[in-house]
C-alpha cells in the first residue's frame, strides 16, 4: 500500500482547501453552530464543484472516485469547519443502499438529483426503543394493494428536517425467526401524507449537521419503493455500515488536525513567563504526542479506505479506523483546549467547537463500543 498522493489527489485536496478557506470562515462556522441551521447553499455550492459526489458513478452525475477521495476530501473540510464539514458530506447519507441495490430507475430518481445538489437523503434506521440493535424494529411496513403502509418512528436522523427522502428500515415479516430476516428498506418521499419531522436542539456539537425525529403514521409508499428485494434490509444497512464508519473515521482525523494546527500556531503567538509557551515540554511534548496520534489514525483511515476501494472491505478494519481515530479526535480535541487554556474555553478560539463536534464520532454510526464487539468477532474468527 502507497498512500503517497497522486497528482490528482493532490488537486482534490488543494480544490477542497480553496473551497474552505473562501467559504467555512471562522466566523461562519460559529453562526451555524449558534443558530442550529442546515447550510444549504454551502451544500449546494460544495456539490456543483463535485465534492459531495466523489463516489457516485460520471452516468448520474457523480465523479467515479473512490473512498480514499472521499476521505480526503472529509477530512479536509471538517479540519476547516466541524459543523460544517459534517453537514455538508453527510447530504447523501445513505443513498450509497440505493447505488449498491436500488432499481436504474430508483438510482435515476434520487441519485442524479442527490449528485447535482438538488435533493439531500436521511437514512431512517435508529428507533427510541433500541438505538445501535437495528436487528430489532418496531416500524412496520404492511404490505397493501398499492404498494406498503408504514407505521412507526425513528429518532436521531441526520437531515430528516431537510431531507428530500428518506430510506426507511421497518419489519415487512412480523413471524421472521430472528426478526432481521424480516426487514426491508423502502424509500418514502418528503411530504408524503402521515410524515411528521421534529427537529431535534441543543446537540453538544455538529449543530449545523440537523438532526431528527420522524414519525410515520399509516404512510403510504409505491411498491417500486421497495429498495434492493424483500426482507434484505438489515442486510443492506450492515453492509453500508461496514463501509460508511471510514467516513467517520476520516472526519475525525480532520476534526483533531483542525484542532492540533490551531493549537500549534496559538502555542507559537502565546508568551508567559517572557518566551512563546511552545518552548516549555509540558505544552510541546503534549503537541507532539497530538501530531502522533493523528498520523496513526489517518493511516489506519486511510488502509481502510484503500480496502473498499480495491474491493476488499474490511470490516475489523473499518471498525478499528472508526474506534481509534474517533477517541484520537476526543482527546486531541481537549489537548487543544488545555493548551489554549482559559481563551480554550471561549467560543471566539473555535477549539472548544471542535472538542463539542468530535465527541459524536464515538456515537454515530456504531458506537465505539460496538466497534469493538465487531473487531472481537472477527478477532475470533481469524486468529
Same mark, same amino acid.
Given at each position: 500500500?502507497?498512500?503517497?498522493?497522486?497528482?490528482?489527489?493532490?488537486?482534490?485536496?488543494?480544490?477542497?482547501?480553496?473551497?474552505?478557506?473562501?467559504?467555512?470562515?471562522?466566523?461562519?462556522?460559529?453562526?451555524?453552530?449558534?443558530?442550529?441551521?442546515?447550510?444549504?447553499?454551502?451544500?449546494?455550492?460544495?456539490?456543483?464543484?463535485?465534492?459531495?459526489?466523489?463516489?457516485?458513478?460520471?452516468?448520474?452525475?457523480?465523479?467515479?472516485?473512490?473512498?480514499?477521495?472521499?476521505?480526503?476530501?472529509?477530512?479536509?473540510?471538517?479540519?476547516?469547519?466541524?459543523?460544517?464539514?459534517?453537514?455538508?458530506? %453527510?447530504?447523501?447519507?445513505?443513498?450509497?443502499?440505493?447505488?449498491?441495490?436500488?432499481?436504474?430507475?430508483?438510482?435515476?430518481?434520487?441519485?442524479?438529483?442527490?449528485? %447535482?445538489?438538488?435533493?439531500?437523503?436521511?437514512?431512517?434506521?435508529?428507533?427510541?426503543?433500541?438505538?445501535?440493535?437495528?436487528?430489532?424494529?418496531?416500524?412496520?411496513?404492511?404490505?397493501?394493494?398499492?404498494?406498503?403502509?408504514?407505521?412507526?418512528?425513528?429518532?436521531?436522523?441526520?437531515?430528516?428536517?431537510?431531507?428530500?427522502?428518506?430510506?426507511?428500515?421497518?419489519?415487512?415479516?412480523?413471524?421472521?425467526?430472528? %426478526?432481521?430476516?424480516?426487514?426491508?428498506?423502502?424509500?418514502?418521499?418528503?411530504?408524503?401524507?402521515?410524515?411528521?419531522?421534529?427537529?431535534?436542539?441543543?446537540?453538544?456539537?455538529?449543530?449545523?449537521?440537523?438532526?431528527?425525529?420522524?414519525?410515520?403514521?399509516?404512510?403510504?409508499?409505491?411498491?417500486?419503493?421497495?429498495?434492493?428485494?424483500?426482507?434484505?434490509?438489515?442486510?443492506?444497512?450492515?453492509?453500508?455500515?461496514?463501509?460508511?464508519?471510514?467516513?467517520?473515521?476520516?472526519?475525525?482525523?480532520?476534526?483533531?488536525?483542525?484542532?492540533?494546527?490551531?493549537?500549534?500556531?496559538?502555542?507559537?503567538?502565546?508568551?508567559?513567563?517572557?518566551?512563546?509557551?511552545?518552548?516549555?515540554?509540558?505544552?510541546?511534548?503534549?503537541?507532539?504526542?497530538?501530531?502522533?496520534?493523528?498520523?496513526?489514525?489517518?493511516?489506519?483511515?486511510?488502509?481502510?479506505?484503500?480496502?473498499?476501494?480495491?474491493?476488499?472491505?474490511?470490516?475489523?478494519?473499518?471498525?478499528?479506523?472508526?474506534?481509534?481515530?474517533?477517541?484520537?479526535?476526543?482527546?486531541?480535541?481537549?489537548?487543544?483546549?488545555?493548551?489554549?487554556?482559559?481563551?480554550?474555553?471561549?467560543?471566539?478560539?473555535?477549539?472548544?467547537?471542535?472538542?463539542?463536534?468530535?465527541?459524536?464520532?464515538?456515537?454515530?454510526?456504531?458506537?465505539?463500543?460496538?466497534?469493538?464487539?465487531?473487531?472481537?468477532?472477527?478477532?475470533?474468527?481469524?486468529?
Amino acid at each position: 500500500m502507497n498512500f503517497e498522493l497522486n497528482e490528482e489527489q493532490k488537486d482534490i485536496k488543494k480544490a477542497v482547501r480553496e473551497f474552505c478557506e473562501k467559504e467555512f470562515t471562522p466566523e461562519i462556522g460559529l453562526e451555524f453552530d449558534k443558530k442550529e441551521e442546515h447550510p444549504t447553499d454551502l451544500y449546494r455550492k460544495a456539490a456543483e464543484l463535485g465534492f459531495t459526489s466523489l463516489r457516485f458513478p460520471e452516468e448520474y452525475g457523480g465523479q467515479g472516485y473512490g473512498m480514499f477521495e472521499e476521505c480526503l476530501v472529509t477530512e479536509e473540510m471538517c479540519r476547516a469547519d466541524p459543523g460544517l464539514g459534517v453537514a455538508v458530506m %453527510s447530504g447523501t447519507f445513505a443513498s450509497d443502499i440505493i447505488m449498491e441495490h436500488g432499481t436504474e430507475e430508483q438510482k435515476k430518481k434520487y441519485i442524479t438529483p442527490l449528485c %447535482s445538489g438538488k435533493f439531500i437523503s436521511a437514512g431512517a434506521f435508529t428507533e427510541p426503543a433500541h438505538g445501535s440493535d437495528i436487528a430489532r424494529m418496531d416500524t412496520t411496513g404492511v404490505k397493501s394493494s398499492g404498494g406498503w403502509v408504514i407505521n412507526g418512528s425513528k429518532t436521531f436522523i441526520t437531515n430528516a428536517p431537510v431531507a428530500d427522502f428518506f430510506l426507511v428500515l421497518c419489519q415487512t415479516d412480523p413471524k421472521a425467526e430472528p %426478526s432481521y430476516r424480516g426487514q426491508s428498506i423502502i424509500a418514502v418521499d418528503k411530504g408524503t401524507d402521515g410524515i411528521d419531522v421534529t427537529k431535534l436542539h441543543d446537540k453538544m456539537g455538529i449543530r449545523p449537521a440537523i438532526t431528527g425525529e420522524v414519525g410515520f403514521s399509516d404512510v403510504e409508499a409505491p411498491e417500486e419503493n421497495l429498495v434492493g428485494g424483500l426482507n434484505r434490509g438489515f442486510y443492506q444497512v450492515m453492509g453500508f455500515f461496514d463501509v460508511s464508519r471510514v467516513p467517520i473515521a476520516a472526519q475525525a482525523v480532520g476534526i483533531a488536525q483542525g484542532a492540533f494546527e490551531r493549537a500549534f500556531n496559538y502555542a507559537k503567538e502565546r508568551e508567559q513567563f517572557g518566551r512563546p509557551i511552545i518552548q516549555f515540554q509540558g505544552v510541546s511534548f503534549k503537541l507532539a504526542e497530538m501530531a502522533m496520534r493523528i498520523e496513526a489514525a489517518r493511516g489506519l483511515t486511510y488502509k481502510a479506505a484503500w480496502l473498499i476501494d480495491q474491493g476488499k472491505t474490511d470490516a475489523m478494519m473499518t471498525s478499528m479506523a472508526k474506534a481509534f481515530a474517533s477517541r484520537m479526535a476526543v482527546e486531541v480535541t481537549d489537548w487543544a483546549i488545555q493548551v489554549h487554556g482559559g481563551y480554550g474555553y471561549m467560543g471566539d478560539y473555535h477549539v472548544e467547537r471542535f472538542h463539542r463536534c468530535a465527541k459524536i464520532t464515538e456515537i454515530y454510526e456504531g458506537t465505539s463500543e460496538i466497534q469493538k464487539l465487531t473487531i472481537m468477532r472477527y478477532l475470533m474468527k481469524r486468529m
